[in-house]
């Protein structure tokens, strides 16, 4: 019931399990042009509300705005590890862990969400409005396993402000900064992701994130065949 | 510089080229519990935000619920179809597409948003809130290009009325739904999305939603090589 070869679907299930939200072993190379353009096509072509688009990628190489960008992250960095004051060992753990390649990476990209695109109506976003900016997620999640295939490494910076990131790339009042990417080929893909290897937190059950007709039912008889398998 | 062969890249690009946003062509066919397992395993391997994984999977199948929730949808057309007043042309093209299959599809899958999990001190979610939420969309594209590999169409139905979904999936108050897919196999996946074939709006050129260096700079000569491939 499939049109796709097993190597195919292979390749998609190889992508989303292996891929990577990374902040180290990026490596001095360049990402040649064609693999770039695949990159932003696959963006490009991800689902959207109204078949809307909203969504831009900023390319930044220039270095004076990466250090910018640096700033803020060491900024909202320190905040962060201020509010884990109550807790220490965690507060430890955190300040050692490494959480972006900005300046490292061969590239760095700004997503973004222009909500008056194709608008002012778009059709599908007139009952909830955020489902402009899930699409744009939506194609960041392209960007994302794309890269993996091409073998370039990705990580999400989220721990900036959003006031700097506007004021570094001249975005202007009515566009949203979604995401600030790192990207890079890099010398290893993790067999696991970071967070889940140093102990910060364990990968939750699938079972415990899927209910049965209703919220919080988690093992209702007709569904038995289905909760053996997640298991 | 990849460590996938030839056909495993070309899967993933085909997974993310001729996914669809399903509404019709829905056939009448359970989705075996081992299908559904990997496309459900496949969205709970995003990225998210500090691995919080704050998403949830609600599977519906009972009739009396998906009949409620098409009642809300058909509210939320009919108020989407009056804003539409001043644009008749619009408003009748508007009123002709089919947006969503809820009671054909083979199954619906509320996805939703859990800002508690693990929480309240969320890693790299202190200075963006809605990095959370952002997670469950990726989530969300996982399990679109999954069913896509595996022959299974996705509808996302987004004109619905949130305070509705809540009511009739028990969803407490701390948590958000985040969309509401419609899952079954399809007589076909179209060549071309279903609005841009009607003529509703057309694909953007990707040139126009890249900018390099800063918002709204296109075309630096120092990215030449780039701009000539995603012409």
Redesign the interface.
Known sequence: ?????G???????????S?R?VRSHFIQ?DIP??V???I???A????S?????P????????EG?RQQVKDSFAR?RD??IK??EG?KE?QGQ?AK?K?EGILESALNVCV?YDPTR?GP?V??????E??G??SV??A???L???AR???VGVG?V?????EDLEKA????AH?KP??YLCLG?VEEFAPR?D??RVG??P??D?AK????????THQPKE?K??Q???R
């Open positions: 019931m499939t049109d796709f070869t190597p195919e679907k292979e390749g998609l299930y190889k992508a989303i399990f891929r939200d190379k042009d064609d770039l353009f695949r932003l096509n696959a490009h072509h991800a689902p509300v109204g078949f809307s688009q969504w831009n990628f900023i390319l930044i190489k220039d705005t909202e905040r962060s509010m884990l807790e965690r955190y862990l959480l973004t194709f109506f059709l599908g976003r007139t009952s909830i955020d489902t900016v899930y997620c939506c960041i999640q392209n994302w396993l794309a295939a091409e073998g999400w989220s721990i900036l402000s959003n790339l001249d975005i202007p566009v979604v995401a080929y992701p967070l889940e910060w937190l990968r939750m699938l994130a899927v209910c049965y007709e209703k919220w919080g569904w065949g289905l053996d398998a997640v």
